[in-house]
Nanobody, 125 residues
Framework: QLQFVESGGGLAQPGGSLRLSCAAS????????IGWFRQAPGKEREGVAC????????TYAESVKGRFTIARDNAKNTVYLQMNNLKPEDTAVYYC??????????????????WGEGTLVTVSS
């Protein structure tokens, strides 16, 4: 069965941290760009972070730069999102996704082929 299994979401206080994990089953992550996206209530889905499948480069949305870190472990077929200094505006459902095509480096929303089921992150005091 082809699926991503996400974990790590939940409630955090402003300034706190969470780490999201996304384990792939039935397909490989190696050499594919993989990303994290989020969708807040009433808003469109947006890209948060992307890890290149070819160069090791990582890119981030301006709103999370310096606070979030994406990391991949190809041996475990898993991608992580470390989120520090969380803010209430980070509240959203977070999704991991893998690019459709092999040997890719960027994460455009419409080119992502496999998606996780989403995990809710709530930042509130």
């Amino acid at each position: 069965q082809l699926q991503f299994v996400e974990s790590g979401g939940g409630l955090a206080q402003p300034g706190g941290s969470l780490r999201l994990s996304c384990a792939a089953s039935g397909f490989t992550l190696e050499y594919y760009a993989i990303g994290w996206f989020r969708q807040a209530p009433g808003k469109e889905r947006e890209g948060v972070a992307c890890a290149s499948g070819t160069t090791g480069t990582t890119t981030y949305a301006e709103s999370v730069k310096g606070r979030f870190t994406i990391a991949r472990d190809n041996a475990k077929n898993t991608v992580y999102l470390q989120m520090n200094n969380l803010k209430p505006e980070d509240t959203a459902v977070y999704y991991c996704a893998r690019r459709k095509n092999w040997l890719t480096s960027e994460c455009p929303d419409n080119e992502m082929g496999y998606w996780g089921e989403g995990t809710l992150v709530t930042v509130s005091s």
